[in-house]
């Protein structure tokens, strides 16, 4: 273990640890043997980070929570799976984070610049992408997919193998058990489609052509009376016809459209 100067004298770090010079561990954290943790890094009091973790730069854990479990699946017979949290982080109080299993990757990835609220459970095979918001009490079940600046509310539960697309906005207490397409705003039990996320799409700097586009392909979605098959053929034709930036955003629905397993919620 690399010398450390902001360890509190209660914790205990095992020797075989990789800590970066700058990481700050609190009162009465624990930490295993094969946690690797990246530079300026706060570990708050209480927290236990285990397994095979990694763990980058600039993230912030509160106190107590619980990083780098076996995961909770009956089928784990103890491989040597994995937890890899990336850069800027915000992981509050009580969030438990599970490695992955044989099953799938073997990993459950985190990204970067998350906003992860207190009491979160992240589950097995898990991937989580960049600038997230999962409030607080969200729970995910195994081998979960969330793409990036997807907002997950309070007390929601998202079902195994579900995928939330970019920039999806879920309302409180939502029961998210099909995959929800990007820039959808959707709630309830059982969970319905509201609208776009347009306001959110506005603060992350969507111009007014490219939200007239998206428009569109929404309607083509959800408005139109089309089969799934035909709207995803009309969708293809209006990407065809798009300026740069808003072919992007078509091709992401249309890359969502192709490769959900679960069905969307429609």
């Known amino acids: 273990m690399t010398a450390v100067s902001s360890i509190h004298p209660t914790a205990i770090v095992d020797p075989a640890a990789q800590l970066h010079p700058t990481v700050s561990v609190g009162p009465y954290a624990v930490i295993g043997p094969q946690v690797c943790i990246g530079a300026h890094t706060k570990v708050g009091a209480h927290t236990v980070i285990e397994g095979i973790t990694t763990i980058g730069e600039s993230n912030v854990i509160h106190s107590h929570a619980a990083l780098g479990g076996m995961p909770q699946d009956k089928k784990y017979a103890g491989e040597p799976t994995r937890l890899v949290i990336g850069d800027r982080n915000t992981i509050r ?86 995959d929800v397409p990007p820039f959808c705003m959707v709630d309830g039990h ?22 007239a586009v998206i428009k569109q392909a929404y309607r083509l979605l959800y408005r139109s009376g089309l089969t799934l098959q035909a ?3 009309a969708l293809d034709n209006l990407q065809g016809s798009c300026e740069a930036e808003a072919q992007a955003d078509v091709q992401l629905m249309l890359d969502f459209l192709q490769q959900s397993k679960r069905g969307i919620v429609r």
């Not at 603060?203 to 490219?210: I, L, W």
């Open 93 to 178: 109080e009580f969030c438990t984070f599970n490695t992955g299993t044989a099953q799938d990757g073997g990993v459950t990835r985190v990204g970067d610049d998350n906003w992860i609220m207190a009491y979160v459970h992240i589950a097995h095979d898990c991937q989580v992408g960049n600038q997230t918001i999962l409030a607080n009490n969200a729970t995910l079940a195994g081998h979960v997919h969330v793409a990036d600046w997807a907002i997950i509310g309070g007390l929601s539960g998202v079902h195994q193998f579900t995928k939330v697309g970019a920039h999806v906005m879920a309302g409180f207490a939502s029961h998210i058990s099909q």
């Open 190 to 211: 059982p969970l319905a489609v509201r609208g776009l996320n347009l306001e959110g799409l506005r603060r992350r700097g969507f111009s007014a052509e490219r939200l």
């Open 231 to 233: 709207a995803v053929e």
